[in-house]
């Protein structure tokens, strides 16, 4: 697993589309339904993984640009080195945009939620979650937060191709982990 980076988010409750009763709130990389702390592409301060190095960097630009904190949490992010696509399970390495400063910050502490497996059709941000966007919570074992319980299993469903009807990749492995808020 590679250090990815960070994001501050508002973490959503279950919504009722999803018909997961394990699930209480989503933890997922997306921002489809628990939404990042902003529209950060805009500002282009964000490493070559598309998410932050450190909280500070999230902090800073929040008080550059008066971005409301309040009822954000926050999570950093590790991914797994290779990417797959959802049809084909073959491996391949992916790594930052080399045009962004990337040199992500360890935090001090750490507590891993789960895995997230994330479309990146795009190229760049994190796209959509296979378990909450293209409800697969719904036929797969996931916990509280929506996540998968380690990355071998995240592997082995893709290997499997149980993702085929989902987004179209590539997609990545996502290990979540909240930590304190810096703040």
């Known amino acids: 697993m590679i250090p990815v980076g960070y994001m501050a988010k508002r973490v959503a ?30 500002y282009w301060k964000h490493n070559g993984y598309w998410l932050f190095n450190s909280q500070d960097e999230i ?44 040199s992500v910050v360890l935090p001090n502490k750490k507590a891993l939620q789960g895995f997230d497996i994330v479309s990146f059709y795009g190229g760049n941000a994190p796209e959509c979650s296979y378990l909450s966007c293209n409800h697969m919570a719904q036929e797969l074992k996931v916990n509280k937060h929506c996540l998968l319980s380690s990355l071998d299993e995240a592997k ?16 990545r492995i996502f290990a979540v982990y909240s930590v304190p808020n810096s703040q």
Do not use: N
Request: one cysteine or more.
């Open 13 to 42: 409750l279950k919504p009722d589309w999803l018909k997961a009763d394990q699930v209480k709130d989503l933890y997922s990389v997306s921002g489809c339904t628990s939404k990042d702390f902003a529209d950060y592409i805009d």
């Open 156 to 171: 082995i469903h893709l290997e499997s191709r149980v993702f085929e009807s989902c987004e179209p990749g590539p997609c």
């Open 59 to 102: 902090y800073a630009l929040a008080t550059e640009h008066g971005i409301d904190m309040s009822g954000t949490t926050m999570f950093y992010y590790e991914a797994y080195e290779y990417q797959c696509y959802e049809d084909g399970p073959e491996w391949e390495p992916f790594g930052p945009e080399k045009s962004f400063h990337t």
